[in-house]
Structures are given as C-alpha cells and as structure tokens.
C-alpha cells in the first residue's frame, strides 16, 4: 500500500517508454514499446499515463508547486483546529467545538486539515513516481550513452568531437 493509501496503487507512469509505479519500476516493469507520437507507449490494458520526458518534468513542477501550496494549507488549517471560544458562556464553547473541535470530535476544521493531509499525501506520491520515472528514464539515458561509447571505440562512452 502507498502512502497515500491505495489511491495510486494500480497507476503506472511511462516517461519515454520506461515504467514506474506499482509493479516496482523500472523497464523491467513492463516499459512497453512506443504508441505513436515521441513518447512512450503502455502495454495494452494498463492504467496509467504516458508521457514524454518534457511532459514529465512539467506535470513534476506543476504537482510539486500544488504540493507546497498544499503543505501551507495545512498549517494554516492546523491553527484552526487551536481557536478558542471569545467568551465562555455556553453557546460559545458548543459552536468552537463544532468548528475547532473537542469533546465531540474533531469538528469542521479538523476534518478538513485531514482532508488537506490526504491531499499531501497523494501529490508526495505523485511526485516521487514521475521523479522515480524520470530518474529511471536518466538512467537508461546514460546507459545507453555508454553503449553508444563503447561500439564507437570509447571506453568511458565519453565525446571526443566530431574529428574521429
């Protein structure tokens, strides 16, 4: 089980055609072969999203943003649950409580400073599966750099220009 619960459990992200995600990542994952286009393809009847490796990095910068503000609604809600009632007659305490919470429960702004921690926990693991993706897809990158090197006659699959 994730993180965020089993929200993502069944979701696979490809950047260039290299898997990440619940069945532990990597090509070995089931990478599938490309759909068209630049990017990566899914094998057929898998969940998940296919992207090319800019798409990759724009939607991380986009769910990293959206966790951060996240993470700033939280603790402004988390102030919210600590509010006292303005005098201590009993209407008051009751509606506090129905708001900050207490006796009764959690009240109004304890459930929604849960519910915005739930929201947290979904886009930390978005983020860590497009970085984890993005990660795989630098790897074969350099991977296949060296490869490419070493059939070329360089041992540290290095450039020496365009002279050789």
């Given at each position: 089980?994730?993180?965020?619960?089993?929200?993502?459990?069944?979701?696979?992200?490809?950047?260039?055609?290299?898997?990440?995600?619940?069945?532990?990542?990597?090509?070995?994952?089931?990478?599938?072969?490309?759909?068209?286009?630049?990017?990566?393809?899914?094998?057929?009847?898998?969940?998940?999203?296919?992207?090319?490796?800019?798409?990759?990095?724009?939607?991380?910068?986009?769910?990293?943003?959206?966790?951060?503000?996240?993470?700033?609604?939280?603790?402004?809600?988390?102030?919210?649950?600590?509010?006292?009632?303005?005098?201590?007659?009993?209407?008051?305490v009751r509606l506090n409580e129905a708001f900050a919470g207490g006796s009764s429960g959690p009240g109004v702004f304890g459930y929604g400073?849960?519910?915005?921690?739930?929201?947290?926990?979904?886009?930390?693991?978005?983020?860590?599966?497009?970085?984890?993706?993005?990660?795989?897809?630098?790897?074969?990158?350099?991977?296949?750099?060296?490869?490419?090197?070493?059939?070329?006659?360089?041992?540290?699959?290095?450039?020496?220009?365009?002279?050789?």
């Amino acid at each position: 089980m994730t993180a965020s619960g089993n929200w993502l459990s069944d979701v696979m992200f490809w950047v260039d055609g290299v898997a990440s995600g619940a069945a532990g990542g990597g090509a070995a994952a089931g990478g599938g072969g490309a759909l068209g286009g630049s990017g990566g393809g899914a094998p057929s009847g898998s969940q998940g999203f296919s992207l090319t490796r800019e798409e990759a990095e724009r939607a991380l910068e986009e769910f990293r943003a959206i966790h951060d503000d996240l993470v700033d609604v939280e603790r402004e809600a988390a102030s919210l649950t600590r509010l006292t009632p303005p005098a201590g007659d009993p209407a008051s305490v009751r509606l506090n409580e129905a708001f900050a919470g207490g006796s009764s429960g959690p009240g109004v702004f304890g459930y929604g400073a849960g519910h915005v921690k739930k929201e947290i926990a979904y886009f930390s693991e978005l983020v860590e599966r497009l970085e984890k993706a993005l990660g795989y897809v630098a790897e074969a990158d350099e991977s296949a750099g060296h490869h490419v090197g070493k059939a070329g006659g360089l041992e540290d699959g290095g450039d020496r220009g365009a002279l050789e």
